[in-house]
């Protein structure tokens, strides 16, 4: 959300694109290390290479090993890794441009979508920010883990919100639905 304004209230979705990107992240680190051990068989007198797999593989063992603790895993040093690897130590052809860029991007498709809460508007941080005025709701509530706001005409968002443990964003459901229903009132008379 944005650093100058101030919310009553922040609530985070869940990505639901996550499953999608984590496994995109295993496959591009698995053809890349492929394309490293590939190239050091053609190329077996580079020590940079043999390097180059060794930090990509340090760096794969322990997302391994973050995925068995249940951690969160990124992917972004290990693409960066092999994609500069793979630029500057083999022959530079497109696959290897896609591996860094993906690496370089990974945090864009990882972030969470935040809903900003105030007294005067509820702001939608995407690509673009979507502001709503309290007068074009009917209802918000979160239930059950899911952010419904309900819109006066007839659009529904429903979304599930992210529960991890974070006590920046740690939002009371009750005292939260009773901040929605005033500002409803007050509106809404």
Do not use: H
Not at 6 to 15: A, R
Not at 115 to 121: A, L
């Amino acid at each position: 959300m944005s650093k100058n304004k101030i919310y009553d209230y922040v609530v985070v979705l869940k990505n639901p694109k996550l499953y999608l990107i984590q496994n995109t992240g295993w496959l591009l680190s698995i053809l890349s290390l492929i394309i490293l051990f590939v190239n050091a068989f053609m190329y077996p007198d580079s020590w940079l290479l043999y390097l180059c797999i060794f930090i990509v593989l340090v760096l794969l063992i322990s997302n391994l090993m973050d995925r068995k603790k249940k951690k969160e895993i990124r992917f972004k040093p290990v693409l960066i890794t092999a994609g500069i690897g793979l630029i500057f130590l083999t022959k530079f052809e497109y696959p290897n441009l896609i591996i860094l860029l993906a690496g370089l991007t990974e945090g864009f498709f990882l972030k969470k979508t935040e809903i900003g809460f105030t007294t005067n508007e509820i702001v939608i941080a995407k690509l673009w920010k979507e502001k709503i005025t309290w007068d074009q709701l009917n209802n918000v509530i979160i239930k059950d883990d899911i952010l419904t706001i309900d819109f006066k005409n007839n659009r529904l968002i429903q979304v599930p919100t992210d529960d991890t443990e974070d006590e920046e964003y740690d939002v009371d459901d009750d005292e939260f639905n009773v901040f929605c229903r005033n500002q409803l009132k007050m509106v809404n008379p």
